[in-house]
C-alpha cells in the first residue's frame, strides 16, 4: 500500500498562506510575515490559519490557546455528531478556550456548539470560582486548612460528629487495632490525607481481617474515621454511596450567603464515594425549600428524571433538616473565616437521622455541575448566582 508522503514546510506554508489570505483579504507578503514570526514562536502554520491568528496583536499570540490533539479528536467528534463543518466546531472551541477559559470536554459536554447566543450569555465562567476564592479571603488565608484531611478534622472537630484518628508508617498495628474498638459504627472508611474526587477512599468492616486491612494502609499517611450512618431518606436515593449535599456558600462582612447547593450521590455502580467524578450523580436543590429542583446529571451530560438504580423521582424530593444543614453551613462558613481566612467555601454535608454533620470543606468549589443540571433541565446557566457577589 503507497504512503502519503509528507509535506515541506514551503508546501504547507504555500497551502495554508492561501487559505489565510482568501479569509482575511489581506496581502500576501503580510500573511506570510505573520506566519513566519508564528512559526518562530511555536505556532504551526496549519494552526495560524485555522484559527485566524490574523485577526489578534502579535503580542497575544503567546497568550491565545494551543491546539492539541485532544481538543482536535473533541472537535471530530462532535462535528459527526452534530454533523457540522470540522473547522467551524474546531473555530468555535478555539474562542471558548481564548474568552472563556472553557476546556474542550466542557465545551462538549454542554453542548455548546448547539447553544444560542442569548443561552451563552447565562453561563458562568468557573474561572468565577477561583476569583470567588480569592476576593473572598484574608491576607492570612491558609487554603491548605481544608486540602489536609486530618488538619479538617482537627479545625472543624466541633462540626464533623464522629470519631476518626491518623496513622502512617510509624503507627503499630496494635494501635490501629485497639482505635478502631473505640469506633462506634461496624464499618469504616480510609482515606489518604489529600485525597480528592473520591480518590484513595476505601471502605472496611471490623469483623475483617484487620492485619491485612492494615498492612495495606498504614504505609502512607491517612485517616480512619467512623462511617456515616445517613437518614432514611437520604439512603433512600441510593444505599450504596454516602449522598452528601454541596452547599457553596460566602460569608464576607459578616453577612451569609447561601449561593447554590446540589446534592451529590452514587449511581448504583459499587462505588462507596459519591463524587461526580467517579460516576456519581449530581441534582440542585432549591436553596429556600431544601427541594430538588432540577433533573439529575452524570459527567458525561446523561439526564435522569429518577435514580437508575432506586427509582427515586428527583424533582420535588425534600431533603431532610434543611434549614438545620444550612445553619450548619453557616456556622462552618463563620468559622472557617475566624480561624482559616476563607470567605468563600463549599462544604459537603451529610444528614443522618440526629440531623446534618459535615464531611468537609472545598476551597475551590467547581460550577460545573449545578450549570449542569440547569442547562439540562431549563436551558439556562447560572451565571446570575454569582455575579451580583464577584466583586463585594
Known sequence: MATKEKM???????????????????????????????????IMY????????????ESEWP?????????????????EEHDRDLLEVEREMFLARKDLWMQA????????????????????????????????????????????KAAFNRLFSA????????????????EFRDKLQDFDTEEFVVKLLDSYRGIGISKYSKSGDLRAIFEEVHTEKRIAEECIV?????????????????????????????????????????NIADNFSQGGLAVSVDTKSGKFNTHAVDKEGNVYEEHPM?????LGFQVPFWNEVVSLAEDC????????????????????????????????????MIQLCMLKTYGKGVGYLLKDYLDQ
Open 8 to 42: 515541506t514546510l514551503e508546501e504547507k506554508l504555500k497551502l495554508y498562506s492561501e487559505m489565510a489570505i482568501k479569509e482575511s483579504g489581506m496581502d500576501e507578503d503580510e500573511i506570510i510575515r505573520q506566519m513566519k514570526k508564528a512559526k518562530a514562536q511555536g
Open 46 to 57: 496549519k494552526t495560524y490559519a485555522r484559527f485566524q491568528f490574523w485577526k489578534y496583536p
Open 63 to 79: 497568550e491565545l490557546p494551543p491546539d492539541t490533539p485532544r481538543r482536535r479528536r473533541i472537535a471530530r467528534k462532535i462535528a
Open 105 to 148: 470536554k466542557t465545551f462538549e459536554l454542554f453542548e455548546w456548539d448547539l447553544l444560542d447566543e442569548e443561552t451563552r450569555k447565562t453561563y458562568l465562567v468557573p474561572v468565577y470560582t477561583d476569583r470567588m476564592c480569592m476576593e473572598h479571603q484574608l491576607e492570612n488565608a491558609d487554603e491548605t486548612l481544608l486540602d489536609d
Open 159 to 174: 462540626f464533623i460528629d464522629r470519631k476518626w484518628f491518623e496513622m502512617d508508617e510509624s503507627t503499630s498495628f496494635e
Open 230 to 270: 445517613q437518614h432514611d431518606e437520604m439512603q433512600r436515593l441510593c444505599p450504596e454511596s454516602v449522598n452528601g449535599i454541596r452547599l457553596v456558600c460566602l460569608y464576607w462582612n459578616d453577612e451569609f450567603h447561601l449561593l447554590y447547593a446540589i446534592c451529590r450521590m452514587g449511581a448504583g455502580k459499587g
Open 310 to 314: 432506586s427509582g427515586v423521582h428527583f
Open 333 to 368: 462558613s463563620k468559622h472557617a473565616l475566624k480561624t482559616a481566612g476563607l470567605g468563600y467555601v463549599g462544604w459537603d454535608i451529610a444528614i443522618t437521622e440526629n440531623g446534618p454533620i459535615v464531611i468537609e470543606g472545598n476551597n475551590r468549589p467547581g460550577i460545573n
